[in-house]
């Protein structure tokens, strides 16, 4: 066990030119995000400290968002961490309860965006509250979790099972959550995530980028599913 957690904290201490490289890349495409996306437009919100002491993230962008034309409001999550532990402790199913909200049901969905598709879980939940006439708040939450080398995974689960063994999580992970007010229609929800979404393209293709592949092959994965 020790000698495990001795393999475990070299790798995470002594991150590889190309991890490095490959996560300055993210950054740079991060900075250079745009806050409107089509006829969406966004100001950016505080991130809990608490989320941050845990996440320790090498990218972190909370948005709130309102849709100019129809006033349709949404929030945008995405988080990418150096080292893929540190998000095991941070997505819907545990830090929606910690905050007070129960989960009424869950689901399995994919969103497409141009050619790329994102895979993964829509959670509705709900808590009472005093503010609301009738005594409980409810939210939709999609989310999709992110893996270098393309991989989009659905849930926790699969996301644990890319980051078995030594050195498995320094490449880090994304995540990525969109919510709603539960009022707002199935219909609208999907057609909301794939205009916020097409936004944030650049930073989703860097963190599914290779990063052995280096800056010129992530624009070149990129360019391709344009």
């Given at each position: 066990m020790l000698a495990g957690m001795a393999v475990q904290g070299y790798f995470a201490a002594h991150k590889a030119p190309d991890i490095e490289r490959y996560q300055q890349r993210i950054r740079e495409v991060a900075a250079r995000l745009p806050m409107r996306s089509g006829s969406w437009v966004g100001e950016d919100v505080a991130v809990p400290t608490q989320s941050l002491d845990v996440l320790k993230p090498n990218v972190i962008i909370g948005r709130h968002y309102l849709n100019i034309e129809n006033g349709l409001a949404a929030g945008v999550l995405l988080v990418h961490c150096g080292d893929a532990h540190y998000m095991v402790g941070h997505f819907p199913l545990r830090c929606y309860p910690a905050q007070g909200w129960q989960v009424r049901e869950s689901f399995p969905r994919d969103w497409t965006v141009g050619s790329l598709v994102l895979t993964g879980m829509e959670y509705h939940?709900?808590?009472?509250?005093?503010?609301?006439?009738?005594?409980?708040?409810?939210?939709?939450?999609?989310?999709?979790?992110?893996?270098p080398g393309g991989r989009v995974l659905r849930d926790m689960d699969e996301m644990t099972r890319t980051i078995i063994g030594a050195g498995g999580s320094s490449s880090g992970a994304g995540q990525v959550q969109v919510y709603f007010d539960a009022t707002v229609p199935q219909a609208q929800r999907d057609k909301a995530i794939v205009e916020l979404m097409n936004g944030y393209r650049p930073l989703i293709e860097a963190i599914l980028a290779d990063p052995a592949a280096g800056k010129g092959q992530a624009q070149l994965i990129g360019a391709a599913r344009q």
């Open positions: 939940f709900y808590r009472s509250s005093k503010m609301d006439f009738s005594g409980e708040q409810s939210i939709i939450v999609a989310n999709c979790l992110l893996r």
